[in-house]
């Protein structure tokens, strides 16, 4: 079985630009997480996505924003992109299994904000 | 709303050695999850173990055990034997328990080095 697909893998852009991450979980799972990791600030979780629906939001403006499709790939894009944003996005493909929840984590998209 | 602290920025252990990481939180809930994470210099988290609040019984898996103390909210991970492919990133991490509780709180992270 396939593993949890970001892309792209890394990426450059410069200030005040947006950008869009794209996460494909494992096949048969409905939900996504992702979560912003920097030196300073640890893993931080941004939001989660269950059958194209936002369940769960963390503490990040509102630049930061996500989607689902209905075949449960997902997106997440931020806006005017700001220095602080440089960070590897991870993304967790989630599943509940015998009343316990797995999560299994992609390799990331490292982003650097210039 | 819940912490996770990892008091050990860097560890460093001997190879077949026994190193313990630590980790403490910080929760009003009684029914939840705890976990330690790898992330290896490749950068792809990996699950290690998971305790369930409501189990006594420490989890164990294989070389990895935790001392979960749930009165002092204390959760440490003992790598037995250590390897030289331990040597990663360990995060501790708390969620709530139930079905659509995703979200994970992590601690900063503890940089364990394998020495040979």
């Known amino acids: 079985k396939a593993g949890v697909t970001q892309t792209p893998r890394y990426l450059i852009k410069t200030r005040g630009q947006q950008v869009t991450l794209s996460c494909s979980p494992i096949s048969g799972h409905r939900s996504v997480s992702w979560y912003q990791q920097t030196p300073g600030q640890g893993l931080q979780f941004l939001f989660e996505?269950?059958?194209?629906?936002?369940?769960n939001k963390g503490n990040f403006p509102g630049r930061f924003s996500g989607r689902q499709f209905s075949n449960s790939r997902s997106e997440m894009n931020v806006s005017t992109l700001e220095l602080g944003d440089s960070a590897l996005y991870l993304c967790?493909?989630?599943?509940?299994?015998?009343?316990?929840?797995?999560?299994?984590f992609g390799p990331g998209t490292r982003l650097t904000v210039l | 709303a819940q912490t996770v602290t990892q008091s050990q920025p860097e560890m460093s252990v001997q190879e077949a050695e026994t190193v313990t990481l630590s980790c403490t939180y910080d929760t009003s809930e009684s029914d939840y999850y705890l976990f330690w994470y790898k992330q290896p210099p490749s950068r792809q988290m990996i699950l290690v173990i998971r305790?369930?609040?409501?189990?006594?019984q420490n989890a164990t898996e294989n070389r990895f055990s935790v001392n979960f103390q749930k009165a002092a909210k204390s959760f440490s991970l003992k790598i037995s034997d250590s390897q030289l492919g331990d040597a990663a990133m360990y995060f501790c991490a708390y969620s709530l328990s139930g079905g659509s509780n995703y979200k994970l709180t992590f601690g900063k992270g503890t940089l364990l080095t394998v020495n040979p």
């Open positions: 305790q369930e609040a409501y189990k006594q």
């Open positions: 967790a493909s989630n599943l509940l299994l015998g009343g316990l929840s797995e999560q299994f």
């Open positions: 996505y269950f059958s194209e629906t936002q369940r």
